[in-house]
């Protein structure tokens, strides 16, 4: 049952104050009564009214006093004033001022009732209004919140978005340098090829005299660091896997450290190990790790040299879960925010004589490792990268069995396959050198040839050559000698595909990386049958 309106009559007069009351209660109206404007004030500060009824000629507190504060604190409460007999002016100024309606004494009590009925009726519908009104606000607030909420999951969305475009960007230059990266290997493996092989041959033809012998064995000494380079590219363009050893983390740093101790030490550069010595083991490419730790270091050391001409290193490791962290932190200049995402990314350099291949080849190496590296930095605080690597057991190699010793072997016809003349004629020589007969050819097409016509006990042919390649001189001799296509050994200055190594494990063929060295290739000739 809705409850009555509810009205408040201020009169100063106590008789009419009473006639109007019992006059508007039996209209059913809840009424209240105040006999001045400060009583009517207080009571309207109390409760609420849908109407106000006030004198606006009382004493002391006059009814514009009333209408001014329910202007300021209940602008929502109708007010009707009431006057006295031809008080026009006063009647204006009460509607100028908020009033909806005024009553001029004596009353005509249905003009009255009628006024207070309108008035009435106007605070139904601005309750009505106001109801509408904060509900509308409600809704607001909830879509408003809605639409907040849906904003930032569109934010993050967009966030993510743009994290997997910088990736794909990155992945995208990671294949295209991996292309660059695998044809470089190809053309620098086969000169390193000649290089390597022509120096062992002078190692074997010097030893009368220590001297050139020393700086050919220095020669080969270098040649097989390009060697391990060029393997760390190819590591790096995911097209080789890294050769894994069970490794203390500690002991290579500390040899990376003594590698680099004069350049530090010409750099004022002081330096802090912080080892864990209760730190395990683990499989990893010994060769890959210290490329990207020299890396990290010579990066630290050129960039506190020239911030302020010295600075201080820490290079510490230690067991976090199950991984082992390493961790270079340098007193330089720090990193600036938005070059921190492109940090890794190939090619970026903010050196001036820099290539941008350094932490590039880092993050690829690590990243194949199964591991991660990452970069804290401030501009003016320096930099700290920090790389975790997982703990991996030694794995368990099952050693192949063989028939006692090498034996020495017997002279033996090889056939060599190679379109690169400089390699094909290096190993025919080394061939010789060994003390076996040697021929050349440098296609697979002659290759055919010659075995339709002649035997041969071995057959060294390189995977990779225009028109008929490995597989398919594979195939050939198959055809032509099953027995001898056994025997053949292919060579690759390449990456390997993982349909070559797929199509290598089909035939039990056996596969020699350039450069190779003049052991590697005894073996071979020394371990294939008569």
Do not use: W
């Not at 993050?156 to 340098?177: F, G, T, Y």
């Not at 960039?303 to 961790?327: C, H, P």
């Not at 941008?356 to 320096?382: C, D, F, M, R, W």
């Not at 020495?408 to 396959?417: I, T, Y």
């Amino acid at each position: 049952m809705l409850e009555p309106p509810s009205i408040l009559l201020i009169e100063d007069e106590p008789c009419l104050r009473e006639n109007l009351q019992l006059l508007l209660q039996s209209e059913g109206y809840h009424i209240r009564t105040a006999s001045n404007s400060a009583e009517g004030i207080q009571k309207v500060a109390e409760e609420p009214y849908d109407l106000v009824i006030t004198d606006i000629s009382a004493p002391k507190v006059h009814g514009f006093q009333v209408m001014e504060y329910l202007n300021a604190y209940f602008p929502e409460t109708v007010v009707v004033a009431i006057t006295g007999h031809g008080s026009t002016e006063s009647a204006i100024e009460a509607l100028r001022r908020g009033a909806y309606d005024y009553l001029s004494k004596p009353f005509n009590v249905d003009i009255m009732k009628s006024s207070i009925k309108r008035a009435l009726e106007k605070a139904r519908l601005q309750k009505t209004l106001c109801y509408y009104m904060k509900e509308l606000e409600r809704q607001e607030d909830e879509h408003t919140h809605e639409l907040t909420e849906a904003n930032q999951k569109l934010e993050q969305s967009l966030a993510d978005l743009q994290a997997m475009q910088e990736h794909l960007i990155q992945v995208e230059k990671l294949s295209a340098l991996g292309e660059l990266v695998a044809g470089v290997a190809h053309e620098l493996n086969n000169p390193l090829t000649v290089i390597l092989g022509n120096a062992e041959l002078l190692v074997s033809r010097a030893a009368g005299d220590a001297k050139v012998k020393g700086q050919l064995e220095r020669i080969c000494d270098a040649v097989a660091r390009c060697q391990q380079i060029v393997k760390s590219l190819l590591s790096f363009a995911r097209k080789q896997k890294p050769t894994k050893a069970y490794i203390d983390v500690n002991s290579l740093c500390k040899s990376v450290l003594n590698l680099l101790a004069y350049q530090l030490k010409v750099s004022n550069i002081t330096l802090e190990k912080r080892f864990d010595a209760d730190l395990p083991k683990t499989m990893a490419d010994p060769h890959q790790l210290q490329q990207v730790f020299v890396n990290l270091v010579t990066n630290a050391y050129q960039a506190m040299s020239s911030y302020r001409g010295r600075g201080k290193l820490v290079v510490a490791t230690k067991r976090y879960n199950d991984m082992i962290q390493i961790a270079f932190r340098d007193d330089g200049p720090g990193i600036a925010q938005e070059h921190q995402r492109k940090i890794f990314d190939p090619f970026f350099t903010t050196k001036d004589q820099g290539t941008g291949l350094g932490l590039g080849i880092a993050y690829g190496i690590i990243k194949e490792h199964g591991g991660t590296i990452t970069v804290q930095s401030a501009l003016g605080e320096g930099a700290t990268f920090r790389i975790e690597l997982p703990v991996i057991n030694r794995l368990q190699v099952a050693a192949k069995p063989t028939n006692g010793q090498p034996r020495a072997s017997e002279h033996k016809r090889v056939l060599v396959v190679d379109d690169e003349e400089s390699n094909a004629r290096l190993l025919v020589e080394i061939v010789r050198h060994l003390g076996h007969q040697a021929e050349v050819v440098s296609s697979s097409q002659e290759a055919l040839e010659r075995i339709a016509k002649q035997e041969y006990d071995l057959i060294f042919a390189d995977m990779k050559m225009p028109q008929i390649d490995g597989s398919r001189l594979h195939q050939g001799v198959e055809v032509l000698q099953p027995e001898l296509a056994r025997q053949i050994v292919f060579t690759t200055a390449d990456a390997v595909s993982d349909a070559t190594r797929a199509f290598l494990q089909r035939v039990g063929c056996p596969l020699v990386m350039k450069p190779f060295r003049i052991a590697a290739i005894e073996a071979i000739i020394c371990s294939s049958p008569v």
